[in-house]
C-alpha cells in the first residue's frame, strides 16, 4: 500500500483552544482487520472540552489527536477486511483520532451512513443521537404520553433528545438561555431559563405531579433538584458535570461524586430510579454486544435523519485547519446545536 498521508489537530497539553497544533504526518499501513478512513465531517463535543483542560472521566494522556466522531469514506483495507468496504461512506465512534484528515479505525466499528446524507449532518448525530437514544430507551425507557425534563434542550444531544421524544409523544420541558428560547419552542418543548435562579421551581409550577425522566448534564450540588422533580416511576439520567469542568483538582472525582449520590438514591424504596449513563459502558467485559448494541442503535437514528424525522442542528462548520475557532465556539456556549469540523475542500 502506497504512503497515507494525513493532516492531524493536536491537543498538546492543558492550553486555550488557540494553543491546539497542526502537524501532518504518514499513516501506517492498516494492520489485520482495520481501514483507513479518510474524513468528511467530525464533531466538537463537551468531550473535547473537558479534555482540553484534562478534566475528562477518562482522560487520555498528552499529547493526543482529539475527535470523538467520524463519518468518512474508506480509502484503505488491511490483511482480512473486505475491499468492497472500499469507496463506501460509514460513521464510528472513535473517542479521540477523529479530527483528522485520514485515520485508521477497526472495520467491525464501521456503521453505514445512508446514500444522499450529508456528512456533517450525519455526525451531527452519531455521538449525540446514540447517546440520546440510549438514554431514553435503554436507560430511561420513556413511553408515549411521559413527560421529561431536557437540561440544556438547545446543545447537540439535548436538542435530539427533545426532538426523539416528540416524535414518540412524549412531552419536553427543555432548558435553555433565553436567547434560545424561540428555537427550544421550534423543536416542541416548553421553555424554560437555567439563569433562574427559580428554574426548578418553574419546572415544579409546569408539572406539579412530578415528571417521568430528567436527563441531566449538569451535574454538582443542582443533581439533587433535578431527582426532586421526579413522580413515582421516574428516572434520574445524569450524563455528565458540566458544572465542574471548570473546577481545579482530579478530573474523575465530580462525576464519581455524583455517581455515588445516584447510586444512593437508587437503592432508596421510592419508586424512583436514578443512574449514571456512559456510552462506553460494557465495551471491556461485552465488546460484541457493546458494538452490536451501538450498530442498532445509530443505525435507527441515522433512519431518523434520512427520513426528515430528525433534523440535527448544526451551529457552524470548520474546515479541519480552523479547528481551535471551532473549538473556541463551542466553548462560548452561545450555540444551538453541534459544531461540526470538515475536510478541506
Do not use: C
Request: proline share 6%.
Amino acid at each position: 500500500m502506497s504512503i497515507t498521508p494525513t493532516t492531524e489537530i493536536v491537543l498538546p497539553g492543558v492550553v486555550e483552544p488557540a494553543g491546539l497544533l497542526v502537524q501532518v504526518r504518514d499513516l501506517p499501513a492498516p494492520a489485520a482487520g482495520q481501514v483507513v478512513l479518510r474524513m468528511e465531517a467530525t464533531g466538537v463535543s463537551f468531550a473535547e472540552q473537558q479534555m482540553r483542560v484534562g478534566k475528562y472521566y477518562d482522560q487520555p494522556s498528552f499529547p493526543f489527536v482529539p475527535g470523538y466522531d467520524v463519518v468518512g469514506t474508506v480509502v484503505g483495507t488491511g490483511p482480512g477486511v473486505d475491499r468492497q468496504l472500499h469507496g463506501k461512506r460509514f460513521a464510528v465512534v472513535t473517542k479521540i483520532g477523529g479530527w483528522a484528515s485520514r485515520l485508521i479505525v477497526e472495520a467491525v466499528d464501521l456503521v453505514p451512513v445512508p446514500d444522499g446524507l450529508d456528512a456533517a449532518v450525519a455526525v451531527a448525530v452519531v455521538l449525540n443521537g446514540v447517546t440520546a437514544w440510549q438514554m431514553m430507551y435503554r436507560a430511561a425507557k420513556v413511553k408515549r404520553g411521559d413527560t421529561i425534563v431536557v437540561l440544556g434542550a438547545n446543545g447537540g444531544v439535548g436538542s435530539t433528545l427533545v426532538q426523539l421524544a416528540r416524535h414518540a409523544g412524549i412531552g419536553v420541558i427543555g432548558t435553555a438561555s433565553a436567547r434560545h428560547h424561540d428555537a427550544v419552542r421550534e423543536l416542541g418543548a416548553i421553555p424554560v431559563d437555567y439563569r433562574d435562579p427559580a428554574m426548578y421551581n418553574k419546572i415544579h409550577e409546569l408539572a406539579p405531579d412530578g415528571v417521568d425522566a430528567v436527563f441531566d448534564h449538569v451535574g454538582g450540588p443542582t443533581v439533587h433538584d433535578s431527582w426532586r422533580l421526579l413522580r413515582r416511576g421516574g428516572a434520574l439520567i445524569s450524563y455528565g458535570s458540566a458544572a465542574t469542568k471548570d473546577e481545579p483538582g482530579n478530573a474523575s472525582l465530580p462525576v464519581l461524586k455524583v455517581f455515588g449520590r445516584l447510586m444512593i438514591w437508587n437503592a432508596l424504596p421510592n419508586g424512583r430510579r436514578a443512574g449514571f449513563y456512559n456510552f462506553w459502558a460494557g465495551k471491556r467485559l461485552r465488546p460484541a454486544v457493546f458494538r452490536a448494541r451501538l450498530a442498532e442503535d445509530l443505525t435507527q437514528v441515522l433512519r431518523l435523519v434520512a427520513a426528515g424525522v430528525l433534523t440535527p442542528h448544526i451551529a457552524a462548520r470548520f474546515p479541519l485547519a480552523e479547528a481551535s475557532a471551532a473549538l473556541a465556539l463551542a466553548e462560548s456556549r452561545t450555540v444551538l446545536g453541534k459544531v461540526v469540523i470538515i475536510a478541506e475542500q
